[in-house]
């Protein structure tokens, strides 16, 4: 069974700290990606990667920063986290080449910054 | 620009009747690839359905099928026979070509009422 694991469901953190959101990938996957889920706006993608060490800013890369050292696994950092940062973060994978490659998603990270 | 536009928040359906979620898209790029993903209350997202831009039928996946429309830009999902687990949040989602990465609207939820 093919799985896309977020080291933590429900995150509570205080403003000004550094955050880190681990996503481990079991597939082989070339690309992974961070999005931001809010209501209203559906899923922005934050950064994504496509190959170990390599990363590419997405919609609204600005306030986080990303880290992939080996090809299962991409971290999100808050660098100082803020009141409005507070949101789900979702994590997923895909294989590169195709169109019609489904992402996988993991399970979400409801963060809260207090 | 690259978009995804769902103009429907929330939609209701008795349980048994068929209903159309709408989805419009843009994007320059000749080959792409539109996704549609179910999200529980649970969080995680499910996909469902894929079209590619070059596909010269409507995709179809049990119960879902695709109604794309290309000079329309369009890609509704339509669910026949509607169950009561259904009722969730759905997304629609582009791949506009390179790195898989997808650009997804802001979300309908759908009821199913019995």
């Known amino acids: 069974d093919v799985k896309v694991t977020q080291s933590s469901r429900y995150l509570v953190k205080r403003t000004g700290e550094k955050v880190f959101l681990e996503c481990v990938q079991d597939?082989?996957?070339?690309?992974m990606f961070w999005y931001r889920q809010d209501p209203g706006l559906g899923l922005r993608l934050i950064y994504f990667?496509?190959?170990?060490?390599?990363?590419e800013k997405g919609d609204i890369p600005e306030g986080y920063s990303v880290s992939r050292e080996k090809k299962e696994r991409f971290s999100l950092i808050l660098e100082s986290a803020s009141t409005n940062q507070t949101s789900m973060y979702l994590c997923?994978?895909?294989?590169?080449?195709?169109?019609?490659?489904?992402?996988?998603f993991g399970q979400g990270t409801r963060l809260t910054v207090v | 620009a690259q978009k995804i536009t769902q103009t429907q928040p929330g939609m209701f359906v008795q349980e048994k009747e068929a209903v159309t979620l709408d989805c419009t898209y843009d994007?320059?790029?000749?080959?792409?690839?539109l996704f549609w993903y179910k999200q529980p209350s649970s969080g995680e997202m499910i996909f469902l359905i894929y079209?590619?831009?070059?596909?010269?039928q409507n995709a179809t996946e049990g119960r879902y099928s695709l109604n794309f429309q290309k000079a329309r830009k369009s890609a509704n999902l339509v669910i026949s026979a509607s169950q009561l687990g259904d009722s969730a949040m759905y997304f629609c989602?582009?791949?506009?070509?390179?790195?898989?990465?997808?650009?997804f609207g802001a979300g309908t939820r759908l009821a199913v009422h019995p």
């Open positions: 989602a582009m791949s506009p070509g390179g790195y898989n990465k997808l650009i």
């Open positions: 997923a994978s895909s294989l590169e080449g195709t169109l019609n490659t489904e992402a996988f």
């Open positions: 597939m082989d996957h070339e690309n």
């Open positions: 079209q590619g831009s070059y596909d010269q």
């Open positions: 990667s496509y190959d170990v060490k390599m990363k």
């Open positions: 994007t320059s790029d000749p080959s792409y690839g």
